[in-house]
């Protein structure tokens, strides 16, 4: 059963014309790439678009998969390089989203027994000046941080995903965690 093959085996077959192989692999990586492209691209659509350009381009480019990495590390770099793609077009067409604030004329709100809405808009900001702080990161630092803090990942994991000494993982992520809490201490909001 293909289910039971690992990455290499299921991109052998997926060479060999197996459209089921590549549908195992996408499935088996769809959220960690998703989730890694959110964390690079801090919105939800462009996050998808760039999961998808992803498992497309991996499946157009089969044939150069040489094996020398493996599977998952080969799709973080794709990934990682969708993302830096989204970044220069976006940043080139300099487009300003309008469409997060969407009609809320027929909405109702109703706040949680728990929560105030001063506390909800609080935590919205915290979490929005997190985001805005990842997403200056340089690309380098900031995939590692999304593993580790976002994905969960291992230290080992990422040097295998990244195909990275461990101790340049653990340097990278010591740098991106020092220059996220610069960053957020120059922010007017407490961050608790």
């Given at each position: ?5 690992t ?7 997926a ?14 990586w ?30 157009r ?61 609080e ?54 965690l020092?220059?996220?809490r ?11």
């Amino acid at each position: 059963m293909v289910n039971d093959l690992t990455d290499e085996q299921l991109v052998e077959l997926a060479i060999a014309d197996n459209a089921d192989a590549f549908g195992v692999i996408v499935s088996r990586w769809e959220r960690k790439i998703f989730a890694l492209c959110f964390g690079m691209l801090a919105r939800e659509e462009e996050a998808k678009d760039a999961a998808q350009e992803t498992f497309i381009s991996a499946y157009r480019n089969l044939k150069n998969f040489r094996g020398e990495a493996k599977v998952s590390s080969w799709l973080h770099r794709i990934a990682v390089n969708q993302c830096l793609t989204f970044k220069r077009r976006t940043k080139s067409r300099s487009e300003s989203y309008l469409d997060d604030e969407e009609n809320t004329e027929d909405k109702v709100f109703v706040a949680s027994p728990t929560y105030s809405p001063s506390k909800l808009t609080e935590k919205s900001e915290r979490t929005a000046l997190i985001r805005q702080a990842v997403s200056s990161l340089p690309a380098d630092l900031k995939e590692v941080i999304v593993m580790k803090e976002f994905q969960d990942m291992t230290f080992q994991e990422i040097s295998d995903n990244l195909d990275l000494p461990l101790s340049t993982v653990k340097s990278r992520l010591y740098t991106a965690l020092k220059q996220l809490r610069m960053k957020l201490e120059r922010t007017p909001l407490e961050i608790v």
